[in-house]
């Protein structure tokens, strides 16, 4: 008996070690596992940051077509795409949230570019109040975006360096997407079609003034 006790005494300090190693394995494994919790979480809650800015320039939207509409003659077509836009910032996808923004981003500034043609409109209260508040949410929108673009950047590191990536997508961690400009022409300065924008009253203004013409030319 006493000639085994050297013997169990072995086997129970490599038990032990071999428990050591095993507590050690899994508190690395927890580490990192939670790490990755982390980095996602910040990267959903900075989504959800940009979701809000996005909801609340749906919100706004509305008001800004009814104003315009009261003082200058829009087409129906810039109208009806800006009305679409709005909608895919709330119902569409991630991919179409962030496609449809960059444009309506275009389409807004479109709008306050031709407002300069309006003295009315553009010395409009409500007008005034409304592109401070969109313009504002838009500023917020860039900021949230850095700031997302940030830790999404962190995240993805985190899932492709060692010792992340041995065991990441055993898990179900998968890469996210950046928010960024979706096409090398949203990427140009916005082109102001004032053809597009205003042409019903262009037109208008145009055949009044011939008119007149033809009256001067007839009187004299």
Known sequence: ??????????????????????????AIVAL??????????????A??????????????IPNLIETVRGYAKYEKSVLTDVTKLRASIVTGTADDKLRANDQLSKALKSIFAVA????DL???????????????????????????????LDYNNALQQFPGNLFASAFGFKPDDY????????????????SDLSGSSAAQQKGADKEAH???KDSA
């Open 1 to 26: 008996m006493l000639a085994l006790l050297p013997i169990l005494m072995q086997l129970g300090g490599l038990a032990t070690g071999a428990l050591v190693v095993v507590v050690i394995v899994l």
């Open 32 to 45: 990192l596992y939670n790490g990755l919790i982390s980095k996602r979480n910040r990267v959903q809650d």
């Open 47 to 60: 989504w959800a940051q940009i979701d809000v800015q996005l909801k609340r320039r749906y919100d706004l």
């Open 116 to 119: 300069e043609n309006y003295p």
């Open 122 to 152: 553009k010395a409009s209260a409500n007008f005034k109040e409304l592109q401070d508040q969109l313009e504002g949410t838009e500023d917020k929108i860039s900021y949230v975006r850095t700031s997302y673009n940030d830790y999404v």
């Open 179 to 194: 928010f960024k400009v979706t096409t090398e022409a949203e990427k140009q300065p916005v082109k102001v079609d004032f």
């Open 214 to 216: 033809a009256h001067k």
